[in-house]
């Protein structure tokens, strides 16, 4: 298993931008898929943008042209960078592994290891 911090959320206003962050420990992040999350009260869970074992990255149309993920392998982080943030994309944000799969996905029941969550609000 792998433990998942995030930081990063916050308040911001409309067009403004954050990055997120997900350091990892107990595991290497690089070997197996990784990925965004987010969640509304009372709505389901979103795939938000994922990077695979190998590197290649993908993120939900609903983000497209504006959210970016990437990792650092050497400080075992991934990162989340939301641009031209809306007030659609208040939600808690949730970085998750998964350790199992040898391949990317948006699917929550995919993923293994979460992390605790950090709250981005756009006004």
């Known amino acids: 298993h792998v433990q998942l911090v995030e930081s990063g959320g916050g308040s911001v206003q409309a067009g403004e931008s954050l990055r997120l962050s997900c350091a990892a420990s107990?595991?290497?992040?690089?070997?197996?898929?990784m990925a965004w999350f987010r969640h509304v009260s009372g709505k389901e869970c979103e795939g938000v943008a994922f990077?695979?074992?190998?590197?290649?990255?993908a993120v939900a149309d609903s983000v497209k042209g504006r959210f970016t993920i990437s990792q650092d392998n050497a400080e075992n982080t991934l990162y989340l960078q939301m641009n031209r943030l809306k007030p659609e994309d208040t939600a808690m944000y949730y970085c998750?592994?998964?350790?199992?799969?040898?391949?990317?996905?948006?699917?929550?029941?995919?993923?293994?290891?979460w992390g605790q969550g950090t709250q981005v609000t756009v006004s």
């Open positions: 990077v695979d074992g190998t590197g290649n990255t």
């Open positions: 998750a592994a998964a350790i199992s799969r040898r391949c990317g996905s948006l699917v929550e029941a995919d993923f293994d290891d």
């Open positions: 107990g595991n290497t992040l690089y070997v197996y898929p």
